[in-house]
């Protein structure tokens, strides 16, 4: 059965500094990968995804994702983070073609001033 | 605007009571799901349903039942015989097939349950 790994529950990092979030999944077929982020006291928002297509994802508010299947990896990455960017980040995943989507256990990021 | 309605927003209930949480979508869309998100484990998958009359389990269903009658609608029912039903619940819904908004959640204000 399909699977998410996502193993920094909390990362903080100071504010303008680059921030990676790590997300593995299990299985080695085809599959779609998403990330989504949860802002305090909201609800869950897409922030990028991967249906196909280059590997490398941009997505909202100066975040991106890179899909590594041969690592079987989606990790999240920004060059610089904003004290905005304090939130929740949770990689899904699902088989291609399949409606069953997984979500991984969340990486609560905190920027410091 | 469309989008996906949950209510109510919190509720408080009894143990050993039946509690059903509602869901309904504008968006057109033919999946619809359940989660449940308590803090460290993430959003885990509680049922979700491609077409009217027909639904899956998913990796936590036991104490839980859904109904789909129709397109627009995905309520969730939450048993007494789940053990820890204290949590907060999301719905939502995607299109499905090979377009470009496939498995793309969109997602409910979710209900937070209480039991006391």
């Known amino acids: 059965a399909q699977s998410v790994t996502q193993l920094d529950s909390q990362v903080p990092v100071f504010e303008e500094a680059p921030v990676e979030l790590r997300c593995n999944y299990s299985?080695?077929?085809?599959?779609?990968l998403f990330w989504y982020v949860q802002y305090p006291n909201q609800g869950l928002q897409l922030l990028l995804k991967?249906?196909?297509?280059?590997?490398l994802v941009k997505g909202i508010n100066g975040f991106e994702a890179e899909f590594n299947k041969s690592q079987t990896s989606f990790h999240l990455r920004k060059p610089s983070v904003h004290i905005s960017d304090t939130a929740e980040y949770f990689c899904?995943?699902?088989?291609?073609?399949?409606?069953?989507?997984?979500f991984g256990s969340g990486t609560r990021l905190s920027i410091r001033p | 605007d469309g989008g996906i309605t949950q209510s109510p927003k919190y509720l408080f209930r009894k143990e050993g009571q039946n509690v059903t949480l509602s869901c309904e979508q504008n968006?057109?869309?033919?999946?619809m799901y359940w989660y449940r998100q308590d803090p460290g484990q993430g959003l885990r998958l509680i049922y979700y349903?491609?077409?009217?009359?027909?639904?899956q389990k998913g990796d936590i269903a036991e104490g839980y039942s859904v109904s789909r009658e129709k397109k627009e609608s995905f309520p969730l029912t939450v048993t007494s015989a789940q053990k820890n039903p204290t949590a907060f619940y999301l719905c939502a819904s995607s299109m499905i097939g090979q377009t470009s908004g496939a498995n793309v959640l969109t997602f409910g204000a979710g209900s937070r349950l209480t039991v006391l």
């Open positions: 899904a995943v699902s088989d291609r073609g399949a409606s069953k989507i997984i």
């Open positions: 968006l057109n869309h033919d999946a």
């Open positions: 299985s080695s077929v085809s599959v779609y």
């Open positions: 349903s491609q077409i009217v009359n027909d639904f």
């Open positions: 991967y249906l196909s297509g280059s590997t």
